[in-house]
T-cell receptor, first 113, second 111 residues
Framework: KAGVTQTPRYLIKTRGQQVTLSCSPISGHRSVSWYQQTPGQGLQFLFEYFSETQRNKGNFPGRFSGRQFSNSRSEMNVSTLELGDSALYLC????????????FGPGTRLLVL | DAKTTQPNSMESNEEEPVHLPCNHSTISGTDYIHWYRQLPSQGPEYVIHGLTSNVNNRMASLAIAEDRKSSTLILHRATLRDAAVYYCILRRGGSNYKLTFGKGTLLTVNP
């Protein structure tokens, strides 16, 4: 079974721009979660989507948004980029309502200049 | 979310057992204890999880205290590939997939 894939793997943007990151979950998984990892704050939960609906949300500003498509693929969008948005963005998928384990992708490293 | 406390770092020698402790004194009855690890330049990887009883899988063992206020992840024979940051996380049972990561324990394995 193929793992979680994320594209692109690396991205450089400038302040004020917007960015869209993509995540393809493991086949059959319906839950996709997004996390931000920075040296200062560590791993922080952004949001989780299940069957195209946002089910959980972390404490991030509205500039961070996401969506999930009917095939469970998910996208995350960050608008009006700030220097502090430079981070590794990780996507994780889980299977089914009672799925306990999250499977993480390799992440997208975003650098904002 | 209930909090966990882990040592910042630990060191081990290759092929020796490693015991990684985690304190979670405010754990509730429905909290599962999860362990993930993150190797350099990779996303976190699931290791093991349990509720009340000790658990074993091909990667590790999880020993849970009788009062559930602490647990220990056991790597039976550390290899260089086990060098990673290990996270102990409490997750409420059910459909909430939010994981709250702490700082974790950086495990160094010496050859």
């Amino acid at each position: 079974k193929a793992g979680v894939t994320q594209t692109p793997r690396y991205l450089i943007k400038t302040r004020g721009q917007q960015v869209t990151l993509s995540c393809s979950p493991i086949s059959g998984h319906r839950s996709v979660s997004w996390y931000q990892q920075t040296p200062g704050q560590g791993l922080q939960f952004l949001f989780e989507y299940f069957s195209e609906t946002q089910r959980n949300k972390g404490n991030f500003p509205g500039r961070f948004s996401g969506r999930q498509f009917s095939n469970s693929r998910s996208e995350m969008n960050v608008s009006t980029l700030e220097l502090g948005d430079s981070a590794l963005y990780l996507c994780a998928s889980s299977g089914g309502h009672l799925g306990e384990t999250q499977y993480f992708g390799p992440g997208t490293r975003l650098l904002v200049l | 979310d209930a909090k966990t406390t882990q040592p910042n770092s630990m060191e081990s020698n290759e092929e020796e057992p490693v015991h990684l402790p985690c304190n979670h004194s405010t754990i509730s009855g429905t909290d599962y204890i999860h362990w993930y690890r993150q190797l350099p330049s990779q996303g976190p990887e699931y290791v093991i999880h349990g509720l009340t009883s000790n658990v074993n899988n091909r990667m590790a063992s999880l020993a849970i205290a009788e009062d559930r206020k602490s647990s220990t992840l056991i790597l039976h024979r550390a290899t260089l590939r086990d060098a990673a940051v290990y996270y102990c996380i409490l997750r409420r049972g059910g459909s909430n997939y939010k994981l709250t990561f702490g700082k974790g324990t950086l495990l160094t394995v010496n050859p």
